[in-house]
């Protein structure tokens, strides 16, 4: 991996603190030339000079480098409510992008053939409508059945997306699932929390399927398109339509709300997917949209909480399950290769549990558990 400093940087810290090249040269006990060198981009300082240039300057590490790595794990999270993505916690799914790399030579797939992805993914109502109900269609359903987990489930394995199931716990973590594709190998692993409500998880499930579909996206774009694919595909223009006609023919908030928590209850979705929908639908025909906030976020949470965790009815309400029921169970339920060809290589390779905590980002004493089990 390739590092370079971040010029721009460096030189506002430099202003703000009143260095000049000179003065910094003094302050660092190297000569002009030498920060010359760096300020050009010609040269790196040494990790001693690094360190104290940072210090210099009032900069951490990750402001003053930027790592350069061709194919580094791209990364996206599906965070939790109220939570910010740090540097840190990109280069911890980064790290565990690199470990992934070892199992590739496992996985089960065609290596032949690359699965479908979309030429030029947008956010317009009418292409999501597009793609949506052509997801639909390779999974046979019509616009107006309910997608369950399992058509999302084999639809990730046609895509050739690994699934990894994992117990993250409510609020340890800052995030609910991760999505890393790691461009060298093309292959794309998407990391489920299973202790969130099963309403979300199937939002989330269909939005981290939405990542598979566009690889080619980054950051916000990717994140915004991965929404509105999920949405389009787990409430469609049918049953958008349809729900918006009973709307509005009712005639308070209240019966409203109601009407759209009954709706949710039969796809097995949240209240807030429906909402969203709806509005979304209202907007392409020039209709009015409802106007249900912040009501909809309140009615949503007293929603959830008439509902288990997933993890909750996997397991039978034995939280946390055996390690042996947990991959059992998991490998099972989402049809994943991933405990398999994790245990092959744990073995033919004699790895210790440091991997397997920190590929799954799991505790330790749960690493040496996990791993006992897949040896």
């Known amino acids: 991996m390739d590092k370079r400093l971040n010029l721009e940087q460096l030189s506002t810290a430099m202003e703000k603190a009143g260095l000049s090249p000179a003065a910094l040269a003094r302050e660092l006990s190297v000569s002009r030339e030498t920060v010359s060198k760096w300020l050009n981009g010609k040269a790196v300082p040494r990790p001693d000079k690094l360190l104290r240039l940072g210090k210099a300057v009032g900069l951490s590490f990750a402001q003053l480098v930027i790592k350069e790595e061709p194919n580094a794990p791209v990364v996206a999270f599906r965070r939790m409510r109220g939570t910010v993505t740090r540097d840190h916690h990109i280069e911890r799914a980064q790290s565990m992008g690199r470990m992934l790399r070892h199992l590739v030579p496992y996985l089960p797939f065609d290596v032949l053939a690359m699965p479908p992805v979309l030429k030029d993914p947008r956010c317009e109502y009418d292409y999501l409508q597009k793609v949506a109900g052509m997801i639909r269609h390779e999974i046979t359903l019509d616009p107006l059945e309910t997608i369950d ?62 990542h ?159 791993h006992a089990a897949l040896t």
């Open 149 to 210: 987990f399992r058509h999302l489930i084999r639809h990730f394995r046609k895509l050739q997306a690994v699934l990894i199931p994992v117990l993250w716990g409510s609020r340890q973590q800052h995030k609910n699932a991760t999505h890393l594709y790691l461009p060298d190998s093309q292959t794309t692993w998407v990391y489920l929390n299973l202790d969130v409500n099963v309403h979300d998880f199937k939002f989330w499930m269909a939005h981290e399927l939405g």
């Open 212 to 370: 598979c579909l566009v690889p080619q996206l980054r950051g916000n774009a990717a994140e915004d398109f991965a929404d509105a694919f999920a949405g389009a595909l787990l409430f469609p223009h049918e049953l958008a339509a349809g729900a918006c006609k009973k709307l509005v023919r009712l005639s308070s908030d209240k019966a409203q709300l109601k009407k759209i928590l009954s709706l949710a209850e039969e796809q097995t979705i949240s209240p807030l997917t429906v909402y969203k929908q709806v509005n979304a639908y209202a907007k392409s025909e020039g209709q009015a949209p409802l106007a249900l906030e912040p009501a909809i976020h309140a009615w949503t949470t007293r929603f959830n909480k008439n509902y288990l965790n997933v993890s909750a009815s996997l397991f039978d309400g034995d939280i946390p399950p055996e390690p042996a029921t947990y991959m059992e169970v998991s490998s099972d339920i989402f049809e994943t290769p991933f405990f398999d060809i994790l245990s092959r290589y744990l073995k033919e390779h004699n790895k210790g549990h440091g991997f397997v905590q920190t590929l799954m980002d799991i505790p330790l004493l749960d690493a040496r558990s996990l």
